[in-house]
Each structure stands twice: as structure tokens, then as C-alpha cells.
Antibody, heavy 121, light 108 residues
Framework: QLHESGPGLVKPSGTLSLTCGVSGGNIGSGDWWSWVRQPPGKGLEWIGEIYHSGSTTYNPSLRSRVTISIEKSRNQFSLRLTSVTAADTAVYYC????????????????WGQGTLVTVSS | EIVLTQSPATLSLSPGERATLSCRASQSVTSSLAWYQQKPGQAPSLLIY???HRATGIPARFSGSGSGTDFTLTISGLESEDFAVYYC??????????FGQGTRLEIK
């Protein structure tokens, strides 16, 4: 299971910080761990993901403002998004990206319940 | 960036009918495409991965097909719990991984 936590309100130009706690599994198991967001009433946007080794890959549209990190000792990973604006208001989901051996491919297969972050003064 | 275009935007059908949802990619993603179902207030859940493989626990009425740029999700014999929003996702060409804009399946 995955569970997001962090402030629900962030001021414009501030920094959004969220943590995803992983229970019932080991974050160092070899999967990728991802963040996806969804503005209210809109579609899904992939933010980025991190491997258990610490390797990261980010959406180019957000790369200059995003950092994803992992804390294996606490079985959690985190998202940091700087210089936020109202356009960053969204439900933020953390997700596990599982390797499917039968097709040698990775897909999001387990998600947190999501947390709404509003950017407003 | 690969753009995924889903059609139709909204599909109105009755329980028991067959639903056919389309996802078209702006360039080939081979078979690296998944389908997700999202109900109001919930996170997406995986239905189909790698174009045609049902995820664990997904009923057989859900099936996926396609490769390259054209993909289809078919739901045979709609049940009340199937009315939701469906998204396709490509993981064949990154970064970034991209989602379609969604198809809303509503009760007629």
C-alpha cells in the first residue's frame, strides 16, 4: 500500500513537498516509484520516477522544478516541486511501477489514494 | 513527446452493451500501452498492460488489442460498475510517459 502525505495548501512561488509511505513491501525491491498528478476535473500527468538505486527520470516539462528522492531506511520516497503556481494545483498520486516479466515491461500497478494540493495565497 | 488521442470523449451506453474505446498514438509505441479505469474520487486502477494482457483480477469482459499507433479497449457486456473514466498510457517512448485525455463511459 502507498500513502501520500504533506501540506494541502502551498503559497504561490513556494515549494510543494510530499512524501509517499510504502507499507507491505520493500521500497528497495527493484521497482520504480513514481509521482503522477491530476488537476481538478482534468487528465493525468506523469511527473517523474525513481529507482531503488536512486536513479531518476523526470517529465521534461517539469524537470527544472522537480526533485524525487528515496529514503530506503524509512521505506518512503518524496516529491519536491519548486516555484509553484496555480497551474500546479492538483491531486498528487504516488504509484509503484512494477516490472511484468511476461512482457518485460513496466507499468503503474499500485497507487496511493491521492492528496489534493492547492496553490493559493 | 508522444501524444495519445482517445476517442470518443464520452460514450453513452446501456448495461449489457459492448463498449469500444480507442487510443491513437502520434508515433509508434510498439505494444507498450496500458489501460486504466478511474472512478470518481479514486486513483486509477490497471486493467490492461502491454496492449492486450489483463491485469490480475480483471474480469474477462475487458480486453485490449492493437500495436504501433492504434489501440482498442473493449468491454463486452457492460456492468454497472464499469461506468467510469478510462485512460490509456504509453510507456514505450520516454521521457515523458504520457496519458490520453480520457474517455468517459456513462450510462445511457
Amino acid at each position: 500500500q502507498l500513502h501520500e502525505s504533506g501540506p494541502g495548501l502551498v503559497k504561490p512561488s513556494g515549494t510543494l513537498s510530499l512524501t509517499c509511505g510504502v507499507s507491505g513491501g520493500n521500497i528497495g525491491s527493484g521497482d520504480w516509484w513514481s509521482w503522477v498528478r491530476q488537476p481538478p476535473g482534468k487528465g493525468l500527468e506523469w511527473i517523474g520516477e525513481i529507482y531503488h538505486s536512486g536513479s531518476t527520470t523526470y517529465n521534461p516539462s517539469l524537470r527544472s522544478r522537480v526533485t524525487i528522492s528515496i529514503e530506503k531506511s524509512r521505506n518512503q520516497f518524496s516529491l519536491r516541486l519548486t516555484s509553484v503556481t496555480a497551474a500546479d494545483t492538483a491531486v498528487y498520486y504516488c504509484a509503484r511501477v512494477t516490472y511484468y516479466y511476461d512482457t518485460s515491461s513496466y507499468y503503474f500497478d499500485s497507487w496511493g489514494q491521492g492528496t489534493l494540493v492547492t496553490v493559493s495565497s | 513527446e508522444i501524444v495519445l488521442t482517445q476517442s470518443p470523449a464520452t460514450l453513452s451506453l446501456s448495461p449489457g452493451e459492448r463498449a469500444t474505446l480507442s487510443c491513437r498514438a502520434s508515433q509508434s509505441v510498439t505494444s507498450s500501452l496500458a489501460w486504466y479505469q478511474q472512478k470518481p474520487g479514486q486513483a486509477p486502477s490497471l486493467l490492461i498492460y502491454d496492449a492486450s494482457h489483463r491485469a490480475t483480477g480483471i474480469p474477462a469482459r475487458f480486453s485490449g488489442s492493437g500495436s504501433g499507433t492504434d489501440f482498442t479497449l473493449t468491454i463486452s457486456g457492460l456492468e454497472s460498475e464499469d461506468f467510469a473514466v478510462y485512460y490509456c498510457l504509453q510507456r514505450g517512448n520516454w521521457p515523458p510517459y504520457t496519458f490520453g485525455q480520457g474517455t468517459r463511459l456513462e450510462i445511457k
